[in-house]
């Protein structure tokens, strides 16, 4: 897969994708990202890449010429067909289907705007996917990006070691039955700290045993902090309205 990140801020993402997983799965060759500056891409001698708003208000735009250059020279630096998206409050919320979904694509384009908006024909002619990552207001659109990045490439076949497989993560993890569930309470050593314990069923060596804790433990956690996540308890159980199966 290759993933470019469009920003007026290449040099905040690029430390974030070379470190850890994403690092690793970098050099492993699972995935290339490429930050590109948007600014390189302007073609004005004072590199301009907003302006004020037709119509009068507060706050700057982006202009349509640096991201549709931006968007046609990138496309054609490789012949994958790219998917472009484009981060903004706006955009339908990102969840971990949609992560998954997006990770089986070639190619992903992520174009990240800072303070404003887009002119709205950025959306008119280049019809990106619009992805928010949540109902709060960011600065700009790189953390936006990062984390839609993460989601997506530690998902990547290959990405994740062994001991950090993404099968047994929080959201995509089954309580048993298919749903979505929190994690179960983990210690390590030391066995007592500050007068603190760790359950006895977890020292007993009884592979059952924990394992039925752990998924009440989950359940619980599940049912308390994120009731959101299980299936409705007053219909037929949320997920699977068919009857074949
Ligand atoms: C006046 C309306 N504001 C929207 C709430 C304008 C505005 C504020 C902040 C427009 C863009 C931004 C910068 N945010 C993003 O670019 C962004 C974002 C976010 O702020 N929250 C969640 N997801 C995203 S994705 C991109």
């Known amino acids: 897969m290759r993933i470019d990140v469009v920003t007026l801020f290449p040099e905040v993402c690029e430390p974030y994708f070379s470190a850890s997983i994403l690092g690793r799965a970098q050099s492993a060759g699972t995935v290339e990202i490429v930050c590109q500056d948007l ?7 004072h590199r301009s890449v907003d302006d004020r708003p ?15 250059d931006a968007v046609e020279a990138i496309e054609s630096q490789d012949p994958r067909r790219a998917t472009r998206i484009l981060l903004t409050p706006q955009g339908r919320r990102l969840d971990q ?31 990106p996917l619009e992805i928010s990552i949540g109902d709060f207001v960011l600065s700009g659109g790189e953390a936006a990006a990062m984390v839609v990045v993460d989601s997506i490439v530690r998902l990547l076949p290959g990405a994740l070691g062994d001991d950090e497989s993404s099968a047994e993560d929080s959201f995509s993890i089954t309580a048993g039955d298919s749903e979505q569930c929190l994690e179960y309470p983990q210690y390590t050593r030391p066995r007592v700290f500050r ?15 924990i394992r039925d804790w752990r998924t009440q433990q989950a359940l619980e956690r599940t049912k308390s902090r994120r009731p959101d996540l299980l299936p409705d308890t007053n219909s037929d159980g949320g997920e699977d309205l068919s009857n074949d199966g």
């Open 97 to 127: 289907k949609m992560a998954g979904e997006l990770a089986s694509h070639e190619r992903l384009i992520l174009i990240a705007g800072h303070y404003e908006g887009f002119d709205e024909r950025i959306r008119v002619g280049l019809k």
């Open 195 to 209: 007068d603190m314990t760790v359950p006895d069923v977890l020292m007993s060596g009884d592979h059952g045993r």
């Open 39 to 45: 600014r390189s891409f302007t073609t004005d001698r």
């Open 54 to 68: 037709f119509g009068g208000g507060p706050g700057m735009v982006l202009m349509c010429g640096p991201i549709f």
